[in-house]
């Protein structure tokens, strides 16, 4: 019997605290690949699984991938009236 070899991919993954309660999540490296949650918590694995998902659908239409990473975070400081 042949097992599936499974990858491990790391994507950088952008949480934010919303006024209203809870948290946004989304995948830059991922257009589309969002989610939220009522904590941290759930909101980490709502986007575990839309990550799966969002890869799952990139399989089948074929999507190119690849492991260099094109993006990065750079903090900004600006001045304004």
Do not use: H, R
């Not at 980490?44 to 990550?51: F, R, T, V």
């Amino acid at each position: 019997m042949k097992t599936k070899k499974q990858k491990i991919m790391e994507y950088i993954t952008v949480f934010q605290e919303e006024k209203e309660g809870g948290y946004s999540v989304w995948v830059p490296e991922l257009p589309g690949c969002a989610s939220q949650g009522e904590t941290f918590e759930e909101a980490l694995s709502n986007i575990k699984e839309a990550i799966e998902l969002y890869l799952e659908g990139a399989d089948k239409i074929g999507k190119e991938e690849t492991d260099y990473k094109k993006q990065f975070v750079v903090p900004v400081k600006v001045s304004y009236a």
